[in-house]
Structure formats: structure tokens, C-alpha cells
């Protein structure tokens, strides 16, 4: 029997996110012919991630391992051997922390693991004053400096992602992997809505949707300010988001928005979601008003589920699975978002299911053929 490709996923902390979603999506469905470790890194303490259990249960070893900029590029080589030598060695180690790959891919080639991939999840922008946008700039551009130098394989969610973090010259043979999940759960059944609007209360209510960390790159205010266009129109709804909190500034500047435009009873930030294949369907119309994406991948579980869409036009267009169901408009001009949603309550969109499998597996967003091709290339790199 041939010996298992042995591949280090290189991770942060495992909690719901595009990047993570793919990196699940592999080890639950994985033909055998790979063998996986996650590498989760952490800078200050040590916090468990939603999908830590899952990953236990599905017997795939974990390891956790200070970030490159905690420890500094010394330390964080001398781990990372220590690691190769007790756990490898590995043919492939797959980095998923965008920018950061750069540091670990120079890593890895010092202690000789052949196959580097640095994979970027985002198209990368700042946040901040000037002067810290500008520190964190030039640190992006010695990481893509350092992936140019070390990385072997160059992957990317997107294209806008591709050609943020890589030279133009690795453009042409850097490889789209597209963000993906697992379609079949997130079709919509007979009560599914129903029961998920129960769950939360939500019985009585027109629900707008949004899954995603509390972050301002997400534009959660423009949302609250439809609410308030929507209200003044005689229309009511009720705006859900699942998401952790990623930024408690931006948190409270939410909440006192939705206050000053009163529709603060009208806002309901949950939380992370346990299941959101599930929980979705408590959405009428899914919203991603994002000021950019590297992917959207919460865009595609919207459809998977069968609810419209209507996103920026910072979301890359990748996320449309060809169902009919999204539509991309300019954040410029709310009121065609108001009556884009108020066309879609009175008409709702009806896609079949086995139309939207059919749409994903030919996009290849599906995860269960998606998967196989991943591996193929990870047993290809091992032949080389």
C-alpha cells in the first residue's frame, strides 16, 4: 500500500471563516490517501476554536505553535523543525494565513520540506490611521517578497486575492482554489425555515441575513441605514447576524447607529453560529454589503440554501454559482438595495435543489468533488 501523503495545514485559530471551512471540508472529506495535521497558530494565549472538537473526533492531530510574529523568524524555524522531525517529515505544508505564509514558507524551505504552498483567503486591505496602514503595508510587501523567494505553489480563493499577495510573474501559474462547503447540507427541506425562524423568535418577522465576523471591512452600518430606508418606505424588517466579534469599537459604533436611526429594536447580533447549514434558513434575503472579499464564502451557503443574495460589488464575482440567486449592486445607491429587497418579498426566487447541486458541482464549489482534486495535486507535488 502506498505511504499516505503527509501534508501540514498551517492555520490561526479554528473558528468559522472561509479559510477555515475549506481546511474542514478536507478532513471530513478526505479519500485516505492524505494525511493531515493542523497547525494552529496562536499569538498570546491559547484559545479553543468552535471546530476544535470536531477536529478531535474525526482523529486528525492538532498542534498548536506560537505566530512567526510573537516568537520572531528564529524560534519560529526551530519549532517548526522540532515539529517536522517528531511529526513528519512532511512532503507538503499548506499555508493559509495569507500575508503570513510568506515567513512560513521561508521557514519551511530552511528546514527542508519540499512542497510550499501559500495560500491567500483574502484580497488584503488595512484598517487604521495612516501611519499604521503604512506599517502594515511595507511588512505585506516583505511577505510577498519572502512567498516569491519560498513558496513552491501559489493558491488563492480569487483572483482579486491572487494578485494581491503574488508577483505578477506567478500569476499565470498560481491556482484558484475557490473557498467551498458541502452543498448537500445546506439545501432547503420541507419546515427547515420555519423551524430556524422559530429557534429564534423570529416567527412573526422579515428577516435580512448577514454571516461574518463583526469587523468594519463587512459595512454592517450600511445595513442599519437600510433598515432605516426600508422603515421610512412602510417596510419593516429585522436584520440577524451570526459572527463573532472581532473588533468591540466597531461593536458599539453598530449599536449606537442602529439607536440614532431607530431601528436598534430591529438588529440582533447572535453570535457565532454552531450550525449554520441550519441556522440560514432564518434568513429571507442574505445580505453582503462588504467593502471587499477575498471569496464571500458565506455568499455561497446563502445559495446553497436557496435564499437570494444581494452583495457588493466587492465581493468577486467567483461566488455566483450560476443558480440566478445573487445579485451585485453599488453600495452607492441604497435605494436600489431597498427596492431590490422589496421586489424579493413580493416575488420571491424559487431554485430547485437539484438545480443548485448541479450549479455547484460544475463551479466546482462543491466540497465532495472539489476535494478529490486537492489531493490530486498534493500527491502530484510528491511525485516531483
Not at 80 to 87: A, S, V
Not at 249 to 255: G, V
Not at 285 to 313: K, R
Request: some cysteine; hydrophobic content about 40%.
Amino acid at each position: 500500500m502506498e505511504e499516505k501523503v503527509k501534508v501540514l495545514l498551517c492555520t490561526g485559530e479554528m473558528n468559522a471563516g472561509g479559510a477555515e471551512a475549506l481546511i474542514m471540508e478536507m478532513l471530513r472529506q478526505h479519500s485516505g490517501a492524505v494525511e493531515y495535521t493542523v497547525l494552529v497558530h496562536y499569538a498570546g494565549e491559547k484559545k479553543k476554536g468552535v471546530f476544535d472538537d470536531e477536529i478531535a473526533a474525526l482523529g486528525v492531530r492538532m498542534i498548536h505553535i506560537p505566530s512567526v510574529g510573537s516568537v520572531g523568524q528564529k524560534q519560529y524555524t526551530a519549532l517548526l523543525k522540532d515539529i517536522n522531525e517528531q511529526y513528519g517529515p512532511f512532503d507538503v505544508i499548506h499555508s493559509h494565513l495569507n500575508g503570513i505564509g510568506g515567513a512560513i514558507a521561508k521557514a519551511a524551505k530552511k528546514i527542508s520540506i519540499p512542497a510550499r504552498i501559500v495560500h491567500c483567503h483574502a484580497d488584503i486591505t488595512f484598517k487604521g490611521s495612516f501611519i499604521s496602514r503604512l506599517k502594515n503595508e511595507a511588512v505585506l510587501q516583505l511577505m510577498r517578497a519572502y512567498i516569491d523567494k519560498y513558496a513552491t505553489h501559489f493558491w488563492a480563493c480569487s483572483e482579486p486575492a491572487a494578485k494581491r499577495l503574488f508577483y505578477k510573474k506567478r500569476l499565470k501559474t498560481a491556482v484558484i482554489i475557490p473557498n467551498i462547503i458541502d452543498a448537500e447540507k445546506y439545501l432547503k427541506q420541507p419546515g427547515y425555515a420555519e423551524a430556524a425562524k422559530q429557534r429564534f423568535s423570529l416567527e412573526q418577522e422579515k428577516v435580512l441575513g448577514a454571516v461574518g465576523r463583526i469587523a468594519p471591512i463587512k459595512n454592517y452600518e450600511f445595513i442599519i441605514r437600510l433598515l432605516k430606508i426600508l422603515k421610512d418606505r412602510g417596510e419593516k424588517f429585522t436584520f440577524v447576524c451570526f459572527g463573532r466579534v472581532l473588533e468591540k469599537e466597531y461593536f458599539d459604533s453598530l449599536l449606537a447607529l442602529a439607536e440614532q436611526e431607530g431601528v436598534e429594536k430591529q438588529v440582533q447580533f447572535l453570535g457565532n453560529s454552531e450550525n449554520v447549514a441550519d441556522d440560514i434558513h432564518c434568513f429571507d434575503i442574505f445580505l453582503m454589503p462588504s467593502h471587499s472579499e477575498g471569496f464571500g464564502i458565506a455568499a455561497i451557503e446563502a445559495q446553497a440554501a436557496g435564499i437570494p443574495v444581494i452583495a457588493s460589488e466587492g465581493v468577486p464575482r467567483i461566488v455566483d454559482v450560476g443558480a440566478g440567486l445573487i445579485d451585485f449592486l453599488d453600495t452607492q445607491e441604497p435605494r436600489q438595495w431597498a427596492e431590490r429587497i422589496e421586489a424579493l418579498t413580493k416575488q420571491p426566487k424559487q431554485v430547485g435543489n437539484e438545480t443548485i447541486i448541479a450549479c455547484f458541482n460544475e463551479k466546482g464549489l462543491n466540497s465532495k468533488t472539489a476535494i478529490q482534486k486537492i489531493e490530486q495535486q498534493y500527491l502530484a507535488m510528491r511525485e516531483k
